[in-house]
């Protein structure tokens, strides 16, 4: 059963770089029957989409983040990758990483399975 | 891009049935029947309900159905149960590979 587990610093200052990885276990990110994607949670709100990369290294973003994200892969280590710039408390969220399946020929459909989050604090 | 509209607070009495709806553009909901609905119990992550407007993953309870009109989408809970109390997300294909939630709905079991 596909797993995903996210990692990264939970804490980091204004104006710096966030760094987070989405590992996956029991199978393999370089397929092309699915992508990756990078959701996160402020507290006590909703949930947004950031980004996504697929199987060829395509990625795509949310307009509201995109001068801001990047998310890459690495297939040798079978995990992808979220960097979020310039940070500020308005970034504090838990972030999930997801597989986002596809229909038909590239849709994005659904995301299924997520992670378990794991939360950053932007401190001033 | 929007976010999806979700009414914020739905409740109801173990046994009925609740409808939750969810509006959004004729640039995502009304374009593409890739609707998914998602409960998220607190503390925990996320969990997929419905895709593709109707359809049930294997495992999903026979009481959770979706459906899908025009703008807008729906998730009926039927036959409430305790463990249903939830917040519960949509999320809908927008094009060009982005993708927009709704704002949440939290269900309550009286």
């Known amino acids: 059963q596909l797993q995903l587990r996210e990692s990264g610093p939970g804490l980091v200052k204004a104006s710096e770089t966030v760094s987070l990885t989405c590992t996956v276990s029991s199978g393999s990110i370089n397929t092309n029957s699915n992508y990756w994607a990078w959701i996160r949670q402020p507290p006590g709100k909703g949930l947004e989409w950031i980004g996504s990369i697929s199987h060829s290294g395509t990625t795509y973003y949310n307009p509201s983040l995109a001068s801001r994200v990047t998310i890459s892969a690495d297939t040798s280590k079978n995990h992808f990758s979220l960097r979020l710039s310039s940070v500020t408390a308005a970034d504090t969220a838990v972030y999930y990483c997801?597989?986002?399946?596809?229909f038909g020929s590239g849709y994005n459909s659904h995301f299924d399975p997520w992670g378990q989050g794991t939360p950053v604090t932007v401190s001033s | 891009q929007s976010a999806l509209t979700q009414p914020a607070s739905v409740s109801g009495s173990p046994g009925q049935s609740l409808t939750i709806s969810c509006t959004g553009t004729s640039n995502d909901i009304g374009s593409f029947k890739l609707v998914s609905w998602y409960q998220q119990r607190p503390g925990e992550a996320p969990k997929l309900m419905i895709y593709?407007?109707?359809k049930r993953p294997s495992g999903i309870s026979n009481r959770f159905s979706g459906s899908r009109s025009g703008n807008t989408a729906s998730l009926t809970v039927s036959g409430l149960q305790a463990e249903d109390e939830a917040n519960y997300y949509c999320c809908s294909y927008a094009g060009r590979s982005t993708l927009v939630f709704g704002g949440g709905t939290k269900l309550t079991v009286l």
């Open positions: 593709e407007a109707t």
């Open positions: 997801a597989r986002l399946l596809l």
